[in-house]
């Protein structure tokens, strides 16, 4: 699988709620980092958990491209949920196996850390 592939596959499983796929394509020590709210989580499980406990409700993602090479890649999206759409930027490094193995988010609006997911995450 290409990095692109991957990235995409990420995608529109997380779309889809499919998250035993979702968590099929990350590495088991796969490292999520959100430098804007210093956001950490580190490991597969806990990831998959972050994912499906951190954002409730309504959601939806649109991929508008991803640029993928060798074992990188990046997506631009936009995320569509309660308080309305914005874009992000996603950055993706996969391992030697082909599966995601570091994820760094960008999201242009800056924001705090929501309460709601604040247990999910280690700060740094």
Sequence with gaps: MTAHDAVRAYWDAAEARDWKT???????????????????????????????????GAWHVKIERIVGEADQAVSWIEFTGESGTQPGICFFRL??????????????????????????????
């Design 22 to 56: 979702f968590g099929g394509l990350l590495a088991a020590d796969v490292v999520y980092q959100g430098p804007q709210t210093r956001e950490r989580v580190c490991g597969r499980e806990a990831y998959v958990r972050f994912n499906v406990e951190g954002f409730p």
């Design 95 to 124: 391992d030697a196996a082909g599966r995601i193995s570091e994820i760094t988010d960008f999201w242009p609006d800056p924001y705090d850390l929501p309460e709601s997911r604040a247990h999910l995450v280690d700060r740094y």
